[in-house]
């Protein structure tokens, strides 16, 4: 019996590092889906609440997998399971279907999914709670390893709060396009392949152009999710931008809350960003 605890401890402690890990590689993508959610009222407060969850989870998992306070660590990681399944009860009661964001953007799983996982560690969760866990290790290291842990989050991964911030994200575009954001004025167009509101932002962009507005250079970064093309896209919004694709991470540093985002930039700086949609303070910067 000590041998399947010591198993099913690992197996937990696996399971929340996993998750951090998750979280970490992509954390735009959370950061994003929180505020969908409605669970931050903006993407600057996901941003950190992202960066508490990685933090936490690592704690969790670091101090199941050490045995540090083993019968407090289990009993907190119980407590926050079932606050993480009343979330997924509510997303399934307003016919939530997509990615819930548990294992970030790694692996894809419903809500629905996602509750039967939290079931199965609550299972394995209870069934370690029954041990008495006499002697397990307490070193008052534990209680620096959340704080650390945040504080190591948030300079690994820097909240971003002023878009200037962004320029430096931007790949240049020299050796296909000659491209260069540092030298003249461009639009820099992020867009997600599948993302319907991102075709109709470059169908319109493309409409202005063959109209006649004296739009700046335009160039787009595509970021591909799902099985849209380059081709499939330029076929849909009629247009045929220079281009260059950029990861999930990238993408999710550069977009707001949603895509699309519209930056203008002039020798290297920007000077103005739009979100979604292109309000008539663009034709009036551009059409006049």
């Known amino acids: 019996m000590t041998n399947l605890r010591i198993t099913l401890q690992l197996f937990l402690a696996a399971t929340f590092l996993f998750s951090a890990y998750t979280k970490a590689v992509a954390p735009g993508f959370?950061?994003?889906?929180?505020?969908?959610?409605?669970?931050?009222?903006?993407?600057?407060?996901?941003?950190?609440?992202?960066?508490?969850?990685?933090?936490?989870?690592?704690?969790l998992g670091l101090c199941l997998l050490l045995s540090f306070y083993t019968r407090f660590i289990l009993r907190f990681s119980f407590l926050l399971l079932v606050v993480f399944s009343v979330h997924l009860g509510y997303l399934i009661a307003i016919g939530e279907t997509?990615?819930?964001?548990?294992?970030?953007?790694?692996?894809?799983?419903?809500p629905l999914a996602s509750l039967g996982k939290n079931l199965l560690l609550l299972s394995v969760n209870g069934f370690l709670l029954r041990y008495k866990f006499r002697g397990n290790k307490k070193p008052l290291?534990?209680?620096?390893?959340?704080p650390l842990l945040f504080a190591a989050a948030s300079l690994v991964w820097p909240v971003q709060t002023?878009?200037?911030?962004?320029?430096?994200?931007?790949?240049?575009?020299?050796?296909?396009?000659?491209?260069?954001?540092?030298n003249g004025s461009y639009l820099v167009a992020i867009f997600n392949l599948g993302c319907e509101?991102?075709?109709?932002?470059?169908?319109?962009i493309a409409a202005w152009q063959n109209n006649?507005?004296?739009?700046?250079?335009?160039?787009?970064?595509?970021?591909?999710?799902g099985d849209t093309s380059v081709a499939d896209f330029n076929a849909i919004t009629e247009s045929n931008f220079p281009y260059q694709m950029i990861d999930a991470n990238t993408f999710f540093d550069l977009i707001g809350s949603a895509p699309p985002r519209i930056y203008w930039i002039t020798d290297g700086q920007v000077k103005q960003y739009w979100d979604e949609t292109l309000g008539e303070d663009f034709l009036t910067i551009f059409g006049s």
């Open 30 to 59: 959370f950061e994003v889906l929180l505020e969908q959610q409605g669970l931050v009222p903006s993407r600057l407060y996901g941003a950190w609440v992202t960066r508490f969850i990685i933090a936490i989870e690592t704690w």
């Open 98 to 110: 997509g990615n819930c964001g548990c294992f970030g953007e790694m692996i894809s799983m419903s």
């Open 141 to 146: 290291i534990t209680w620096l390893l959340l």
């Open 162 to 182: 002023q878009p200037d911030e962004v320029v430096e994200k931007i790949p240049m575009f020299e050796a296909e396009t000659g491209i260069d954001f540092a």
């Open 197 to 204: 509101h991102c075709q109709e932002a470059a169908h319109q």
């Open 212 to 225: 006649g507005i004296n739009l700046p250079q335009v160039a787009a970064l595509f970021f591909a999710e």
